[in-house]
């Protein structure tokens, strides 16, 4: 069956294994997660949550946040235990691992911080559907030593997180033209006079804020980054 | 592969274990910080001081099927030195754009009229049916004093639908979905107020 491709794989593979996380090493791991590798704009992973959630910015941040917690401490999980774990039955073992994670990270953020949960509660459930956290299981931890895998999981959030933000600002921006609203319900009462109205009298422009303007969004965002590339590469 | 299977049920095990450790640890704080909020949301529609009695624990259960209501429906009875002052229906209305829209009314016992109006729970568009929402807009505040008399049943309604309540721009079905639960649970204080505290005292006397 596959086997032979995943044993090429695992040789690959093992090459990483061996480096310690030097200056250069880390700096990659930061740019492919922020930049590169970006899951948003390149491994196009957790398109659902991503485009469902990023009506405004700070909504987008929510589910960001959410994601740059769960995705540090799986990649720090499935890489502590890499070496018990036979390949096999890796992946029913990533599902359960993560399963457990959010569900756990749920239910202590509801007993701990419960003003917190009341507003990124229900971003923690779609996270269980972000296929960035088992793909970097897959790609990443499941080879490399904790602190790799932990500067992984967070950088890789963190790009994730990125993207969720400037989706939303230029949703919010277009779509009803503001930035920052609702602020408050996030920050509490400093983040009151957040909210910039752009533009007086704006009318609003509904397919940016409707999943259309999502898809719209991203393509334009990915053609951005494109554009960039080639701009550094030429 | 047997050995993989082995190791595969024993994780599983770890992890239910985990899960359900979590969940014990956490059930009784959840708890806790649910009444806060129930109590922090009931106290937004009842004004300050006009109840002095465990409004949390005095409530009634209204079946879906005996009372019109869409869905069972918990009423929250205020009452102060013994009187009554406040209802507060936690009503479920399922005519908004997407999903169920949860939200508390509260009405006092004296003259039918509205003590306070509150979303409790959505899954309106975000930046359109949402301004229903006490922390986008003050729209739910302008359901204060508002009864069947003010203003008159026909008016009862959305501006679209010729009635004298503003929807918000770009969203008619949200507001609409709101003002008709509203209307109704006026209708049903109306006939059932007084029954609705005689039975909580009737349940407190056994």
């Known amino acids: 069956m596959s086997s032979t491709v995943e044993d090429i794989d695992v040789i690959v593979d093992s090459k990483i294994e061996g480096g310690s996380c030097s200056v250069d090493d880390c700096k990659k791991i930061i740019t492919d997660g922020l930049w590169h590798n970006n899951p948003g704009l390149i491994q196009l992973l957790g398109l659902c949550p991503l485009l469902a959630v990023t009506g405004n910015v700070i909504n987008g941040l929510g589910l960001g946040i959410a994601t740059i917690i769960t995705l540090t401490v799986s990649n720090i999980v499935i ?13 029913p073992y990533y599902v359960l691992v993560i399963a457990s994670i959010v569900t756990i990270i749920d239910l202590s953020m509801n007993a701990i911080t419960p003003e917190l949960h009341s507003i990124l509660g229900i971003f923690i459930p779609l996270i269980v559907t972000n296929c ?3 793909g970097r299981a897959e790609a990443f931890a499941s080879k490399n030593k904790i602190s790799r895998a932990a500067l992984d999981g967070f950088m890789m959030g963190l790009g994730f997180a990125l993207v969720l933000v400037a989706l939303g600002a230029m949703r919010e921006v277009v779509g009803s033209g503001t930035l920052f609203s609702e602020a408050s319900v996030m920050f509490g009462p400093i983040a009151e006079n957040w909210n910039l109205q752009l533009f007086d009298n704006y009318k609003g422009f509904l397919l940016a804020i409707l999943p259309p303007g999502a898809f719209i969004g991203m393509g334009l965002l990915i053609a951005f980054k ?4 080639k701009k550094i590469k030429s | 592969m ?8 024993f994780i599983a095990f770890v992890s239910v274990f985990l899960v359900a450790t979590t969940d014990k640890l956490t059930e009784n ?5 649910k009444a806060i909020m129930l109590l922090r949301a009931l106290n937004q529609v009842s004004p300050e001081g006009s109840y002095d009695n465990d409004l949390i624990n005095s409530k009634i259960i209204l079946k879906s099927k005996d009372s019109g209501f869409s869905r069972d429906t918990t009423v929250y009875l205020a009452s102060k030195n013994k009187q009554p002052s406040i209802a507060i229906f936690e009503v479920t209305t399922l005519e908004g754009y997407s999903g169920a829209i949860k939200i508390l009314v509260g009405i006092r016992a004296d003259n039918n009229a509205i003590s306070g109006v509150r979303v409790v729970q959505h899954k309106e568009t975000p930046g359109l049916g949402d301004k229903m929402d006490i922390r986008k807009s003050d729209w739910v505040t302008s359901f204060i004093g508002k009864s069947l008399g003010n203003p008159d049943l026909i008016n009862w309604k959305v501006e679209k639908d010729g009635g004298e309540f503003k929807q918000f721009t770009g969203a008619t079905i949200t507001p609409r979905a709101i003002v008709n639960a509203v209307r109704s649970t006026l209708l049903y204080a109306q006939d059932n107020m007084k ?3 005689n039975r909580d005292l009737n349940e407190a006397q056994n």
């Open chain 1, 79 to 91: 890489s502590f235990t890499r070496n018990w774990i036979r390949k096999e039955i890796r992946i």
């Open chain 1, 132 to 134: 960035v956290i088992i």
């Open chain 1, 226 to 229: 494109n554009v960039v590339d």
């Open chain 2, 2 to 9: 047997q050995k993989a299977g082995f190791s595969l049920a």
């Open chain 2, 29 to 33: 704080k959840i708890a806790e910080n």
């Open chain 2, 195 to 197: 029954s609705l505290f």
